[in-house]
């Protein structure tokens, strides 16, 4: 029966996904839906994309094994990305009316900084799509009772997400958000009642956890802990700004209002909900806890599946990987679309200046195609945990396009010179630092090349200008009649 439902449900999201492919009629439609969706779907479309399989399978595993304290990244960094995003940047990037983020590198600076800017944002992605794919070969896996191995779970997935993307683009992803987000939402709640009672109640595992030291958040009064942690904790909530997902998700609403408090309340609902899951893994220490042990040392992603499809009725697996399903391939979908966009829209047009939009869609939707293959070889051959892809994934944007973004919409004074250095200083550090220092370095990599972008912008928009700078928006970013529209 179980396995019946998931196939329906497939089925189901591919033909909504379908029928939204008869609703894009050029590039603006397939990548940001037209710019017409109203506060409810912008909404469904930050959450869902963003309650994924990290936070179903990987923020509760990684709770499990070493507490509220190791998931500051996510949801704590994520949601509050979220929410900075909307309250500071959302106005601001609405009324440029663009189509990618790499078109405001391109206009507050040069081609030079779109192109690297563009390029670390679609590299990015490697991790963060990959984690979805993986993360559907364990669904598929669970659920067929090991007939089905992971690696072919994930060929079947990456196959089933990217059928309704590559002909919908940001309609059927907005529309099947919408939809899934009822599902993840109520679906979690229900699960959380049924393990709730399994374990002895909500008060019985907060204060098991509690007594473990799993509700522990702040580092104790010690540098040497502190450092990591803020690291970890800004990688998420700066690295993530600058994506193309959530520049979608802004520019996709139908009015600047709608496009703030969309952001804000996506990352609201995102932040609470992502204790859902933690609450359920951890229940299983109480319910089962030799199982729990086995699968610490084995797999600790397994912990929640196995704990559903062990010890609740089918009613309850059916509502549980119907949740998880959504939570997946609305963030897998979302997550290929992005960064195919930016691809097509800021490196290949470049190098087409002449095509049409109509080829330009077409183009869209052949990157995608390859996109996909790429992450799914990818997934298929990593063995880092589905946490640790999406956490690592932030790392080169932080370093890269964070700086000159703030930069370019708050300072005035930003230059391309500015901007250059400090992508390339920003880059060049934590390379250097990821590549050469040993596990227990004090100071995370990525937090030294986000403050070395931030210097050699600032170092290089203030020295004698060896670069030239006539970007269309040097003056202000609050003046959209100095952009070009995003469907010429």
Known sequence: MLLSFVILYLACSVGVGLYAATRVHNTKDFAV????????????????????????????????????????????????????????FARR???????????????????????????????????????????????FNVVTDGAMSQQAGMVLGALIVLTYTTFGGMFSVAILDFV?????????????SVISGLAGGVGTVVAHAAAAGKLEFFPPANLDLWIPFLGAWVTMM????PQQDVFQRITSARDERTAVRGSVLGGTLYFFFAFVPMFLAYSATLVDPSQVAGLLARDSQLI?????????????????????????????????????????????????PTISDRGLLLVMRSVLVGFAGVVLLFALNSEASIFKMVESAYKVTLVA????????????????????????????????????????????????????????????????????????????????SLTRPAEE
Not at 238 to 241: L, T, V
């Open 180 to 192: 899934q987000i009822t599902i993840i939402m109520g679906g979690m709640l229900y699960i959380g």
């Open 238 to 241: 700066f690295g993530s700004i």
């Open 401 to 480: 396009a964070f700086v000159p973004l703030l930069a370019g919409l708050y300072w005035p004074g930003a230059t391309t010179q500015g901007a250059l250095l400090g992508i390339v200083a920003g880059l060049g550090t934590w390379w250097l630092l990821e590549t050469s220092i040993t596990p227990d370095h004090v100071w995370p990599p990525q937090l030294v090349g986000l403050l070395v972008s931030a210097a050699g912008m600032a170092v290089g928009s203030l020295l004698p200008q060896w670069i030239p700078h006539s970007a269309a928006l040097a003056g202000s970013v609050n003046q959209p």
């Open 304 to 352: 929640l599946p196995t704990l559903i499809v062990q010890h609740t009725p089918m009613v309850a697996q059916i509502v549980f990987f119907g949740a998880l399903l959504s939570a997946i391939m609305s963030c897998s979908s979302a997550t290929l679309l992005a960064p195919s966009v930016a691809f097509s829209e800021n490196i290949v047009k470049s190098c087409m």
């Open 93 to 139: 990037l609405y009324r440029l009316n663009l189509l990618t983020i790499g078109d405001f590198y391109r206009l507050r600076y040069n081609r030079a900084v779109e192109m690297l800017c563009t390029l670390c944002i679609v590299a990015s992605y490697l991790g963060w799509v990959s984690a979805q794919i993986k993360a559907l070969g364990l669904v």
């Open 33 to 88: 839906a037209g710019r017409c969706l109203p506060l409810p779907v912008v909404t469904a479309t930050v959450f869902a994309t963003w309650f994924g399989a990290e936070t179903v399978l990987g923020i509760s595993a990684t709770f499990v094994k070493d507490g509220l304290r190791a998931v500051v990244a996510d949801p704590f960094g994520s949601s509050l990305c979220l929410i900075l995003a909307g309250l500071f």
